[in-house]
């Protein structure tokens, strides 16, 4: 009804660039919620910026260190390398 009312799309497209704040967050925090890609990268950028090594952000985050490595390639600076190891 209120789709119709208010004259809204029935259909509505997720944004894929979208950022779930809180779920970050929670990631960042040490819980396990489910991110989008967006929402990976953004957690790992935090957590690169705190310092953390590929290792350990992996583990915290609960996803392999190759990905990790993939998206610090997309958030960080060219040339700003991390340790590998914790």
């Known amino acids: 009804r209120v789709?119709?009312?208010f004259g809204?799309?029935?259909e509505v497209e997720p944004d894929p660039a979208y950022v779930d704040v809180v779920a970050?967050?929670?990631a960042v925090a040490g819980h396990k919620p489910?991110?989008?890609?967006v929402e990976e990268a953004r957690?790992?950028?935090?957590?690169l910026r705190r310092g953390w090594s590929d290792t350990?952000?992996?583990e915290w985050l609960?996803?392999?260190q190759s990905r990790v490595v993939d998206?610090?390639?997309?958030?960080?600076?060219a040339g700003a390398r991390r340790k590998a190891v914790a």
Request: no cysteine; charged share 20%; hydrophobic share 60%.
């Open 34 to 37: 489910r991110l989008t890609p």
């Open 43 to 47: 957690a790992v950028a935090i957590l």
């Open 62 to 64: 609960g996803m392999r």
């Open 24 to 26: 970050v967050e929670l």
């Open 71 to 77: 998206l610090r390639s997309t958030v960080a600076p």
């Open 56 to 58: 350990r952000i992996a």
């Open 8 to 10: 809204l799309p029935r």
């Open 3 to 5: 789709v119709v009312l």
